[in-house]
């Protein structure tokens, strides 16, 4: 095995040729030992494959080099899990998270040293993260040393440059993490297929095994039909943006069209397989028996798997919009170019006759063209000049002192306003009492309303636009300030029947947040 | 100011006595160099800039004096016109000029970071005159995004990689000969973006690599900021599409030459229809907006 993979968070990711050399238990080069060319790319195709497991298992290896007491946590399995996270994560526009991965991934580090204090778990999951992206090298990837024989028998070691998860840019001008090709061949192995024809097989597995009532299996199956979907997207994804940047270097033609009505016929039929093996679960989860603990495993397992399938539903949804939103966008690119006059003069063609040209150049060539182009055209930068005079003005000038606490601020003269308020205090906390709900225990708008009345007359008034205003809830805020519940309202299409109001019978209930997931975000973000 | 056009009036009127130049042309004709090194200065912004730009293009003695001086200063004069003032570029080894090395330390180094920073520049340009003709129409506004000039070469790097593979080729580079790997490689394997840990953008990252070329463009008057979207979105000026024209493309052309790579054009563009080239195409579908 000639492939060595560099140890990550190495900074000097290079290896001299001389310092890979005593790699070669294979190193020499007399006799060839690979029956023909074939042999020899079906050889270095296997060694690529295996150094990208090489970065996981030298997890473990590097923990030893940590300060502290780490022997008690297998890092491969977190960096696996880490690369599962991103993976199920990454959206169609951005990538996943990295604080709710890290937080998703807390507690499994957890579990494995319960007994460690929760800093070192973070600290675990940083840097089994932070690994995996290789955070240190400038390329934050990998590099593995591979040997092939060229066309005249000579051995040529080669590198190897892999990513694991990768850094993105979002929308937002954060940073995201994906995971790449590499990692998910690693992660659910022998996923180069066809991905149409895997996601076929999958399915077929799936319902096979939802009807025999093997759940386990079919869960399994299920996660790996997700993780097919998500490659799928991830293919239409990088078509789509190419597109999006450059209408004439995609065939708009055929390819396209093509594409978007083959990514439309899988969904729908997607749609239809995974609608059926809903109904399938549903089943085989209200069938089971929940007293006994075997019917109660299949129960759960089959929650889970609802879960995983309803995943895959909301993901399609996603993908489908995309596709539609792909013919316009196309047109309105096409529409500004059409209409722009063309100049009378030509100029020099950047892309193709400069910048294509010297991507395909050796990078010690490539360097002449891009270091005139960058001497000729970054401007020009007028020197600094200084005179002594003024230099020693400028030395012997005292700092300025700043005050401490800034300028003194003036009193704001205050007016108090009158208390113009509808309700009183006394009313909203009667309001809000009625409207603090079990979780398990949703109400009717009409139920509260009625409850309301019989205390006060105009407390029904509160309580109706306490319930409006909940229909739709600021989850998101509240998810920032860490509540642990939220009051929401849905219409189910009954009337009201009431005196004073109408439109919806409203259901109003309180949602359970997750409060503890949301405590471990915070705390990564602080 | 009269007293000059009364001189290069007698110019014109009897040629056979050249205009004598008092220390007050000299004087104005430097003023004009001066203005014409602030880069970010338009003379639509100011009156006495505009009036020397002005008499630059009336008064022919005065033209010869401004350019000598710019000339013997170390300065090529590019257009002196009202839309992009006395527009002057360092020649080379000038005082003026701005090196690699002073431009980032890396790159002094690292022949692979010398190159990306390069490249940046040169895709800067790319994305922001994607076709021949926005380069040679002086109306022409182009507009890049960081994010998207990264994603633009990333693409290209893409095309040519699913080309080797297509070609069964082995891209991967021998181990003791890194010089020989293939640019667009080390493009595609150094890291779009990362984390930090003071929120700032990574400076080895490619995107944090076109930032830096485009903050050193709008710090040269060649870009302008338009907004914070997709990593900054940017505007060019007038004096980056002179500059690109009339020296970077074409230095950069020499070299390429110079390499024995010949690209081929047939004068119009690159923008061939999809089905005749596989190969790679020019970028039209960037938006541009045209004056």
Same mark, same amino acid.
């Given at each position: ?526 | ?114 190159? /990306? ?10 994305? !922001?005159?994607?076709? =021949?003709? @926005?380069? +040679? %129409? #002086? ?117 390429? /030459? ?10 119009? !563009?690159?923008?061939? =229809?999809? @089905?005749? +080239? %596989? #190969? ?12």
């Amino acid at each position: 095995m000639t492939a060595i993979a560099d140890q990550p968070t190495e900074p000097g990711l290079r290896p001299s040729a001389g310092a890979s050399g005593p790699a070669g238990a294979v190193g020499v080069p007399a006799p060839r030992p690979a029956p023909g060319p074939a042999a020899d790319e079906g050889l270095a195709r296997r060694l690529k494959a295996l150094a990208c497991t090489a970065p996981l298992h030298d997890l473990d290896n590097r923990k030893v080099n940590l300060a502290g007491e780490y022997g008690g946590y297998a890092m491969a399995e977190v960096g696996l899990a880490a690369i599962d996270l991103v993976t199920l994560h990454m959206d169609f526009d951005t990538g996943a998270d990295r604080d709710i991965v890290l937080a998703r991934l807390l507690p499994r580090v957890a579990a494995q040293a319960p007994t460690r204090p929760a800093a070192e778990h973070e600290r675990v999951a940083r840097w089994v993260l932070e690994s995996m992206i290789n955070v240190g090298s400038v390329d934050r990837g990998f590099r593995a040393v591979y040997g092939t024989f060229g066309a005249d028998g000579e051995y040529v070691r080669r590198d190897y440059d892999f990513k694991l998860i990768e850094e993105v840019p979002g929308p937002d001008g954060g940073v995201y993490l994906r995971t790449t090709d590499e990692a998910v061949n690693v992660l659910v192995g022998a996923l180069d297929t066809d991905v149409t024809s895997a996601q076929i097989a999958a399915e077929v597995k799936l319902e096979v095994l939802i009807r025999r009532g093997r759940l386990a299996d079919a869960q399994l199956a299920a996660e790996q039909a997700r993780y097919r979907t998500v490659q799928y997207a991830e293919t239409l994804r990088r078509a789509l943006e190419a597109t999006r940047r450059n209408v004439r270097a995609v065939d708009w033609m055929r390819t396209i069209p093509d594409l978007i009505d083959e990514a439309l016929d899988h969904i729908a039929d997607r749609y239809r397989h995974e609608n059926a093996i809903l109904t399938n679960i549903r089943k085989a989860r209200d069938e089971a028996e929940p007293h006994t603990p075997e019917g109660a495993e299949h129960k759960r397992r089959a929650a889970e798997l609802l879960d995983i399938v309803k995943d895959c539903i909301r993901r399609h949804t996603k993908l489908q919009t995309r596709l539609l939103e792909a013919g316009p966008l196309f047109r309105a690119e096409q529409d500004r170019q059409a209409f722009a006059t063309p100049g009378a003069r030509s100029g020099i063609d950047l892309y193709g006759q400069l910048l294509a040209p010297v991507l395909r150049l050796p990078v010690e060539q490539a360097v002449r063209p891009t270091g005139a182009f960058f001497a000729r055209g970054a401007g020009l930068r007028t020197p600094v000049s200084v005179r002594v005079a003024d230099l020693v003005d400028l030395l012997l000038t005292p700092p300025v002192e700043r005050e401490h606490l800034g300028a003194e601020l003036p009193d704001p003269d205050l007016v108090a306003t009158p208390d113009d308020s509808r309700f009183s205090e006394a009313q909203l906390e009667a309001a809000l009492l009625l409207l603090d709900l079990p979780a398990d225990a949703p109400r009717r708008l009409s139920g509260l309303l009625a409850e309301a009345r019989t205390q006060d007359p105009d407390l029904p008034y509160l309580v109706a636009l306490l319930a409006v205003h909940a229909a739709s809830p600021p989850v998101g805020t509240a998810y920032r300030q860490g509540e642990e519940r939220l009051l929401f309202a849905v219409d189910d299409g009954t009337p009201l029947r009431d005196p004073e109001f109408g439109g919806a019978d409203l259901i109003v209930g309180s949602a359970l947040l997750d409060a503890a997931g949301m405590a471990a975000e915070r705390k990564d973000a602080g | 100011m009269t007293t000059h056009h009364d001189t290069s009036w007698a110019a014109e009127t009897e040629p056979a006595a050249p205009a004598p130049i008092t220390p007050a042309d000299v004087a104005d004709a430097a003023r004009l160099v001066s203005f014409g090194l602030q880069a970010k200065l338009l003379p639509a912004r100011d009156a006495e800039y505009a009036e020397l730009v002005r008499r630059h293009r009336e008064d022919p003695p005065f033209a010869r004096l401004a350019d000598a001086i710019a000339t013997g200063m170390g300065l090529v004069v590019l257009e002196v016109s009202p839309r992009a003032g006395m527009a002057v570029a360092a020649a080379e080894d000038s005082l003026f000029a701005v090196r690699m090395g002073d431009y980032s330390r890396r790159a002094a180094t690292e022949s692979t970071d010398r190159f /990306l920073h390069g490249l940046a520049h040169l895709a800067v340009a790319a994305m !922001a005159f994607p076709r =021949p003709e @926005d380069l +040679a %129409d #002086d109306g022409y506004l182009g507009r890049i995004t960081v994010n998207g000039v990264d994603s633009f070469v990333r693409q290209a790097c893409r095309r040519l990689e699913e080309q080797a593979d297509a070609d069964g080729a082995n891209t991967d580079p021998a181990s003791d000969a890194p010089g020989l790997e293939a640019a667009w490689r080390v493009w595609s394997r150094r890291t779009a973006t990362g984390a930090t840990k003071d929120a700032r953008r990574l400076s080895g990252s490619t995107t944090g690599i076109v930032a830096k070329a485009v903050l050193f463009l709008v710090d040269s008057g060649f870009l302008q900021k338009v907004s914070d979207d997709s990593g900054g979105t940017y505007r060019t000026t007038a004096r980056y599409q002179l500059q690109v024209r009339d020296l970077a493309g074409s230095a950069a052309m020499a070299e390429l /030459l110079d390499l024995g790579v010949v690209p081929v054009s047939d004068g119009t !563009a690159s923008l061939l =229809p999809p @089905d005749t +080239a %596989d #190969d790679l195409v020019a970028d039209a579908g960037l938006p541009f907006h045209s004056l």
